[in-house]
């Protein structure tokens, strides 16, 4: 008796004879559940693509560790920070940053940028000079040198590696006081541009200078910095060195992870992807109205066969688990199917390259172990709510006319 209920259930799943509507909504409902699993699971792999995509594209963008004053731009007591650093043994390098926004003019033309003065270690913790895609990395033998973001450089047109052409960057003077020359109101410095490298969201209007340049026109002393970057030798230990560096250096220095840094932009990603995922979940608890109509169907169809069963003593609880098992099993079909299928486009699309994001860009797939857990139990657990609240037959159903 406590196995008759799912072998009845299984009965009317796969039996080839009955009702052809019923055998019809039956794998219908099996088909809407695996398509809506695939549609979740081939979702949700393409984020998990793009969260390593977003990771390898900002890499380079922010260091292991970055040091910043906790008031103020320039570090204080620079020299006793430097020496914390270089006996710590998780450290690989670091490097000395200032960076302020500048105007840069050149032939008439003017913009906006950011200028990043860097010192000689700099590309020991951002490999930027492996992505010039034209000239060269400057040599750091003159001040003013510079390392140009491609698209500022376009629209400026300025020349890359020429001796006779210069851009001029400005840089406002602070302070308060009666402007009498045009040197009271800013410094300025001709550049000679060196390389070019590719941007993105967050190196769009860059210029890359070595860290002379920044403090010649702000006029800071020497071996000044705004902030310090840092590569770890294991950057899983990142939060532990940055404990043990916060308690060397005090209060008067603030330590930021990788991922304290970019915090607003992975909150964006993880937000897109909650709702992405409470869409789909929307999706498939609306796709399990079809099982609730198989369900229902079956009951009608089975009116008959079900009052045989009660009369002879089958009871109405193990009645209701037939039909509950039934729809389990349409579940479970459609969660194995759609994750079968789900899987191999997954797998097309990584070795195919077949859909485009964007021109020759292709959507990034990662299959994880994690997916398939999300998209099964969301998938169970609609379909055996729904299982169960449209199996509950009360003994009037069976008994009346």
């Known amino acids: 008796m406590k196995n008759i209920a799912f072998y009845i259930a299984s009965r009317y799943l796969l039996s080839k004879k009955g009702s052809t509507a019923v055998t019809f909504i039956t794998w219908l409902a099996v088909g809407a559940m695996t398509v809506a699993v ?58 000395k940053i200032i960076e302020e926004k500048i105007y840069i003019n050149y032939n008439g033309k003017g913009d906006i940028a950011y200028l990043r003065g860097v010192d000689s270690a700099y590309t020991k913790v ?37 001796t006779s052409d210069f ?12 402007i009498n020359k045009e040197e009271d109101i800013y410094n300025k410095k001709n550049i000679f541009v060196t390389g070019i490298f590719p ?20 006029n800071l002393p020497k071996q000044s910095a705004y902030q310090i970057v840092i590569k770890l030798k294991n950057p899983e230990n990142a939060d532990a060195v940055k404990q043990n560096l916060i308690s060397q250096l005090g209060k008067t220095i603030e330590v930021k992870t990788k991922e304290e840094e970019n915090a607003a932009f992975w909150k964006m990603i993880n ?13 498939i608890f609306i796709t399990t109205f079809n099982l609730a109509g198989a369900i229902i169907i079956l009951q009608l169809d089975k009116k008959e066969q079900a009052r045989s069963l009660v009369s002879l003593g ?17 579940v479970v079909l459609g969660i194995i199917s759609g ?11 990584q070795y195919t390259e077949f859909f485009k994001a964007i021109g020759t860009l292709p959507f990034p797939i990662k299959i994880v172990g994690n997916n398939y857990i999300i998209v099964a139990l969301t998938a169970s657990v609609f379909g055996i709510m729904i299982s169960w609240f449209f199996s509950k037959i009360g003994k009037d159903y069976i008994t009346k006319s």
């Open 38 to 95: 695939t549609a979740m699971f081939v979702i949700i792999s393409v984020f998990s693509g793009l969260e390593d995509f977003n990771k390898d594209l900002i890499a380079n963008l922010h260091a292991d560790l970055t040091l910043k004053s906790s008031s103020g731009k320039t570090i204080k007591n620079l020299q006793k920070v430097d020496d914390v650093l270089k006996k710590n043994k998780a450290i690989l390098s670091f490097s």
């Open 126 to 162: 951002n490999p930027i000079d492996k992505s010039i895609f034209y000239g060269t990395y400057p040599s750091f033998n003159y001040s003013n040198e510079v390392l140009m973001e491609h698209s500022l450089k376009n629209r400026l047109s300025i020349p890359v590696d020429s």
């Open 167 to 178: 851009a001029t960057i400005f840089m406002p003077k602070p302070g308060t006081g009666i």
């Open 199 to 218: 941007g993105n969201d967050q190196l769009n209007n860059y210029i890359i200078a070595p860290i002379e340049l920044t403090e010649e026109l702000l």
């Open 271 to 283: 937000t897109e992807k909650l709702f992405i995922y409470l869409i789909f979940a929307l999706v």
């Open 314 to 330: 089958f009871p109405l609880a193990h009645l209701r688990k037939t039909y509950f098992y039934t729809g389990v099993l349409i």
């Open 339 to 349: 994750l079968i299928l789900g899987t191999l486009l997954c797998y097309f699309q």
